[in-house]
């Protein structure tokens, strides 16, 4: 399960911490966009996370219907059918475009594969059906986990864009600004 420890020191801890969105319009404008920045990173991960675990979980399902229907093509032999079924099956979630790449990649293929041995899953075939039907309850438990914790932090993301877009409507803040900061960023990174 995904927990967040208040005080903790974890990107999830501080973007779901309370204060994270306290008094926001007595930040300045490039404190709201990195705090954005960080939560967009953070669903970026979770997202990821979530991949992971609906893979999994479509293998295990997978091979719980093979297994109910007689069916003798393992799944190993379905497995680009399967994960391709999965991609273009019907959008969940919020349906938001994500242009980062995850930061954390490796840590949560290990931490998915320490969910359940994933030695396991490398022969699906051979496990009986408890240990199938306790593989599909630990996965999905956690990818429920994962799922509310990325809406939570959604939720801190929509805060903070209305944040920055009610400053842009009140004049407060300008796109000239923005271009500005950014041409900065960019000159400052060529001349090092």
């Known amino acids: 399960m995904i927990e967040v420890r208040p005080g903790g020191r974890r990107r999830i801890d501080r973007v779901l911490a309370p204060d994270y969105v306290e008094n926001l319009d007595q930040l300045d404008l490039v404190e709201v966009r990195a705090r954005r920045d960080d939560a967009a990173q953070e669903e970026t991960d979770l997202s990821y996370l979530r991949r992971l675990l609906h893979g999994r979980i479509d293998i295990v399902r997978a091979e719980q219907k093979r297994r109910a229907t007689g069916g003798s093509q393992s799944v190993v032999d379905q497995l680009a059918s399967i994960l391709a079924d999965n991609a273009v099956g019907p959008a969940m979630g919020s349906g938001r475009y994500q242009s980062l790449e995850p930061s954390r990649a490796e840590a949560h293929r290990r931490h998915v594969e ?5 030695a396991d899953l490398s022969d699906v075939g051979a496990l009986p059906d408890e240990r199938l039907a306790l593989a599909l309850h630990t996965y999905q438990s956690e990818e429920s986990s994962v799922s509310q914790r990325r809406r939570q932090v959604q939720q801190v993301m929509d805060l903070l864009n209305e944040q920055i877009g009610s ?6 803040a300008s796109v000239d600004d923005l271009l500005a900061a950014e041409s900065a960023k960019y000159t400052e990174g060529e001349t090092r």
């Open 114 to 118: 320490a969910l359940v041995s994933d």
């Open 167 to 172: 400053r842009y409507r009140a004049g407060s």
